[in-house]
């Protein structure tokens, strides 16, 4: 059996620049990484097991960056950012 877990990331009602959120996820991957391999791997959340598996990608602040553009991780057209991640 594989067990599955997701961390889920909300920000509501802080109003600090997206490169804040971006850098300090960033060092929070890091550190994860840091305490067990397994925790290096991080995919976006998708419909299926099989389409996460397609959206794997280095948690930097870059990539973290671009994923909170995109509409579907800010909560109620508010600019609140959310990020759900698979490993």
């Known amino acids: 059996m594989t067990d599955t877990y997701y961390a889920g990331v909300y920000w509501p009602g802080r109003s600090e620049p997206l490169e804040s959120y971006a850098r300090r996820a960033e060092n929070l991957f890091q550190r994860l990484a840091s305490l067990d391999p397994s925790l290096a791997s991080w995919f976006e ?8 598996l397609q959206g ?13 553009r995109k509409s579907n991780y800010q909560l109620g057209g508010g600019g609140d950012l959310l990020c759900r991640l698979e490993w």
């Open 56 to 68: 794997r990608f280095t948690p930097d602040a870059e990539a973290i960056r671009g994923l909170l």
């Open 45 to 52: 959340q998708a419909a299926s097991r099989e389409a996460a």
